[in-house]
Nanobody
Framework: VQLQASGGGLVQAGGSLRLSCAAS????????MAWYRQAPGKQREGVAA???????NYADSVKGRFTISRDNAKNVVYLQMNSLKPEDTAIYYC???????????????WGQGTQVTVSS
C-alpha cells in the first residue's frame, strides 16, 4: 500500500490550498484517514481526521478554516485549507488505516509529506 500526498506549495497569508492524498495497492478497505503536520523544531501534530462514514474531527487551531473530506470510491482524502496563516507552515502528512486483501487486518500507513509554506 502506498499513500501519495500532493497539493502543497507557497501561498500568501489569507490564501487557500487543497491537499490530496491517494491510497493505492491491494486495498480491501480503508477506515479512518487523517492529516498531520510537522513544523520545523516541533512535534508532529494531528490536524484533521475523517472516518469511513464521514465523521470528522479537527484540531482547535484549524477549526473553521480547514475542511477534511474523502472519496471512498477513489481512496482519496482531501484537506481544503482556507484563510491560511504563517503558523500553518509545515510539512503535511496523510495517514490511513488500511486493511489489505493479503492480511485482512488493519494497519496504519503514512504518506511521504507535502510542504506547505505560508508567507506573511
Amino acid at each position: 500500500v502506498q499513500l501519495q500526498a500532493s497539493g502543497g506549495g507557497l501561498v500568501q497569508a489569507g490564501g487557500s490550498l487543497r491537499l490530496s492524498c491517494a491510497a493505492s495497492g491491494s486495498i480491501f478497505s480503508i477506515n479512518a484517514m487523517a492529516w498531520y503536520r510537522q513544523a520545523p523544531g516541533k512535534q508532529r501534530e494531528g490536524v484533521a481526521a475523517i472516518t469511513s462514514g464521514g465523521g470528522t474531527n479537527y484540531a482547535d487551531s484549524v477549526k473553521g478554516r480547514f475542511t477534511i473530506s474523502r472519496d471512498n470510491a477513489k481512496n482519496v482524502v482531501y484537506l481544503q485549507m482556507n484563510s491560511l496563516k504563517p503558523e500553518d507552515t509545515a510539512i503535511y502528512y496523510c495517514n490511513a488505516a488500511v486493511t489489505t486483501h493479503q492480511t485482512m487486518t488493519s494497519r496504519l500507513y503514512w504518506g511521504q509529506g507535502t510542504q506547505v509554506t505560508v508567507s506573511s
